[in-house]
């Protein structure tokens, strides 16, 4: 988890309030409660397996047509 330092555009103001965000390395997220950042760290991690879990599906079917011809 990475605290954004106070200053600049690096932190959420929302009312006048400066409320220090966590930022996501991966897609530069900022959010606010820093424990939301788990979460959104674990949604990453699950489209990465369905998309690798795709491409496998994809590679097994391009090897079985090579088989084929």
């Known amino acids: 988890m990475e605290?954004?330092?106070?200053g600049g555009t690096k932190e959420i103001v929302v009312d006048n309030k400066r409320l220090h965000a966590a930022k996501c390395?991966?897609?530069?997220?900022?959010?606010?409660?820093?424990?939301?950042?788990k979460p959104h760290l674990t949604r990453h991690r699950r489209r990465q397996r369905q998309f690798m879990t795709e491409l496998r599906k994809l590679q097994i079917t391009m090897d079985h047509m090579r088989d084929i011809a």
């Not at 605290?3 to 106070?6: D, E, N, S």
């Open 25 to 37: 390395k991966k897609c530069g997220a900022k959010m606010y409660p820093m424990s939301l950042l």
């Open 3 to 6: 605290r954004v330092p106070v």
